[in-house]
């Protein structure tokens, strides 16, 4: 079955910090470019981060600059976000998705971060 699975969700005071894992299984990542987006309540969904296929480029949406790190590891079929310096303004479900020629391939079921005191 081909799915991408995020975990490491959860709740987190302001200022701490997760890292979100999203594996692959039934195919491999190795081709793919990768994103993480998140979406609110009653936001539209945000593109948040990209990494290309070899993990040589990343890129960031202005909010998350400075405070999220994208990665992957081709060997464990799994992209990561690192976040850190979380914001209540950060709370949303965050999705991975796999694009192949910048059209989107596959989704993530998504993962909640909750960030409040």
């Known amino acids: 079955q081909v799915q991408l699975v995020e975990s490491g969700g959860g709740l987190v005071q302001p200022g701490g910090s997760l890292r979100l894992s999203c594996v692959a299984s039934?195919?491999?990542?190795?081709?793919?470019?990768m994103r993480w987006y998140r979406q609110a309540p009653g936001k539209e969904r945000e593109l948040v981060a990209t990494?290309?296929?070899?993990?040589?480029?990343?890129n960031y949406a202005a909010s998350v600059k400075g405070r999220f790190t994208i990665s992957r590891d081709n060997a464990k079929n799994t992209v990561y976000l690192q976040l850190h310096s979380l914001k209540p303004e950060d709370t949303a479900v965050y999705f991975c998705?796999?694009?192949?020629?910048?059209?989107?391939?596959?989704w993530g079921q998504g993962t909640q971060v909750t960030v409040s005191s």
């Open positions: 039934g195919f491999s990542l190795r081709s793919y470019s």
């Open positions: 990494v290309t296929s070899s993990g040589g480029s990343t």
């Open positions: 998705a796999s694009t192949w020629n910048q059209q989107l391939t596959h």
